[in-house]
């Protein structure tokens, strides 16, 4: 594993370098870096990219490290990946990271990403994190921003109010980095807030176009698997006539156009069926 990882990103960088968080990072820090930086690569999102399929598994090692508490603290102390990170040999190759990936963030609907955003939002967990991150990124709000799952530009205003509770409060100290409140400021936070969502927008519609394909695909399986099954029965328990190769060809092209039907219609064609067979016994 450790190979792997130093393959793809040198030598010189810390596993902490690599997603872009510090060594202080919570957990749910290094799951949403682990999910940002590994977005890029995805294998779904750069099919045949060789190169990024190896990113994403070098990545998806890095955080199968971090997550792990023991694995974590063995390379804080040593600056090594411990031995008992080759248990995780297993999920080695294409289908054991994309199935590490799957583990941790499902296949989530829009309305599942909604559901989750609610809850999460004004949460003690959220409250956390933005305590976390301002503290981690010495009080530099758009650090926090970005840091934060789910956290926007239209965000600043609710994070700051936590934060300045949080310091009244004492449960934390004022840092000594303050960032402008100008127009110009607010007007990039912006900006770079947009582009991201953008960003969201075109990786989703990628994934629903893929998810598309995938669905028509095994529709039209499932479709010439029933087509075949009634020209095979009728064939076998038809009374009527043989109908030439011309007609034949009509009806199996008639038989494609049709809908793939329901249970109860799929019942009532078995039912026709066993009718045809029996009145040829």
Not at 152 to 157: I, L
């Amino acid at each position: 594993m450790q190979d792997q990882i130093q393959s793809m990103f040198g030598h010189e960088l810390s596993l902490y370098d690599i997603l872009g968080v510090p060594p202080t990072a919570s957990a749910s820090q290094i799951k949403k870096a682990y999910f940002k930086a590994a977005l890029k690569c995805h294998p779904d999102k750069c099919p045949g990219d060789e190169a990024a399929k190896n990113r994403f598994q070098a990545l998806s090692s890095v955080h199968a490290v971090l997550s792990n508490p023991d694995l974590r603290s063995i390379y804080d102390e040593t600056g090594e990946i411990g031995d008992d990170s080759e248990n995780m040999g297993g999920m080695n190759g294409d289908d054991g990271w994309s199935d590490y990936w799957r583990m941790l963030f499902p296949r989530v609907t829009t309305a599942g990403i909604s559901s989750f955003q609610q809850k999460y939002q004004g949460s003690d967990e959220e409250r956390a994190d933005v305590i976390a991150a301002y503290n981690d990124f010495n009080g530099d709000i758009m650090a926090v921003i970005d840091n934060v799952m789910l956290a926007s530009s239209d965000d600043e205003d609710r994070f700051q109010a936590i934060i300045d509770y949080a310091i009244d409060s004492g449960e934390i100290a004022k840092k000594r980095k303050k960032t402008p409140k100008s127009q110009k400021a607010r007007a990039q936070r912006k900006k770079k807030a947009e582009q991201e969502a953008k960003e969201a927008e075109e990786m989703l519609a990628e994934i629903m176009r893929k998810r598309h394909q995938e669905n028509l695909s095994i529709v039209s399986h499932r479709r010439q698997q029933f087509t075949s099954m009634i020209d095979s029965l009728e064939e076998k328990y038809s009374s009527k006539e043989k109908k030439t190769k011309k007609k034949s060809g009509k009806n199996r092209q008639k038989h494609q156009e049709f809908e793939e039907p329901n249970e109860d219609e799929f019942k009532s064609i078995q039912e026709r069926l066993m009718n045809n067979r029996n009145a040829g016994r």
